[in-house]
T-cell receptor
Framework: SQQGEEDPQALSIQEGENATMNCSYK?????LQWYRQNSGRGLVHLIL?????REKHSGRLRVTLDTSKKSSSLLITASRAADTASYFC??????????????FGQGTRLTINP | DTGVSQNPRHKITKRGQNVTFRCDPI?????LYWYRQTLGQGPEFLTY????????KSRLLSDRFSAERPKGSFSTLEIQRTEQGDSAMYLC????????????FGPGTRLTVL
């Protein structure tokens, strides 16, 4: 079953605008990650934020984490057509011997209109 | 490019047939994961290997599914007596020991069961 929910499920904006996607989760975490998936392709890791961090930047990406609300947001600034993809948040769940499995939300389908 | 490769990229089979997928992780990554993703959903964890040992299996992995990693390098996922409900994208990911937070995904194998 899915750990959390992403909001919105779909987002369509004009090129150059900012896109914000939200993720909520249910259990305590060590870290939260965001992945991008182009249609029919594998997942590309974007950014990881640890539970003791509140904000992290990577290029045009900004991720925030609020552990008290069990929520995270991904902001993509100055969007480009190439940003069109599905975006997933993933939380960690401990497996045996310290490994972690990823628990994904349902994703946000982002469309950037030229 | 993440470096994880999967073959085949697409597989179409008839119900009742057996299928086998292969995953080659990033060299020297001793942790390997299989996930399944159905249309419109996020990936769901199936199983985890550390080296050649299969240490975790999800309840999603029915008796018809078997995974191996015989020499601790590549892995195979076999589905016997396929059913239409097995139609999905099967994703493989790997991570290095001691730093399992980020998992690197392959392009996936899309299975269609007719």
């Amino acid at each position: 079953s899915q750990q959390g929910e992403e909001d919105p499920q779909a987002l369509s904006i004009q090129e150059g605008e900012n896109a914000t996607m939200n993720c909520s989760y249910k259990t305590s975490i060590n870290n939260l990650q965001w992945y991008r998936q182009n249609s029919g392709r594998g997942l590309v890791h974007l950014i990881l934020i640890r539970s003791n961090e509140r904000e992290k930047h990577s290029g045009r990406l900004r991720v925030t984490l609020d552990t008290s609300k069990k929520s995270s947001s991904l902001l993509i600034t100055a969007s480009r057509a190439a940003d069109t993809a599905s975006y997933f948040c993933a939380t960690d769940a401990t497996l045996i011997q310290g490994a972690q499995k990823l628990v994904f939300g349902q994703g946000t389908r982002l469309t950037i209109n030229p | 490019d993440t470096g994880v490769s999967q073959n085949p990229r697409h597989k179409i089979t008839k119900r009742g047939q057996n299928v086998t997928f292969r995953c080659d992780p990033i060299s020297e990554h001793n942790r390997l994961y299989w996930y399944r993703q159905t249309l419109g959903q996020g990936p769901e964890f199936l199983t985890y290997f550390q080296n050649e040992a299969q240490l975790e299996k999800s309840r999603l992995l029915s008796d018809r599914f078997s995974a191996e990693r015989p020499k601790g390098s590549f892995s195979t996922l076999e589905i016997q007596r396929t059913e239409q409900g097995d139609s999905a994208m099967y994703l493989c990911a790997s991570s290095p020991h001691g730093s399992s937070d980020t998992q690197y995904f392959g392009p996936g194998t899309r299975l269609t069961v007719l």
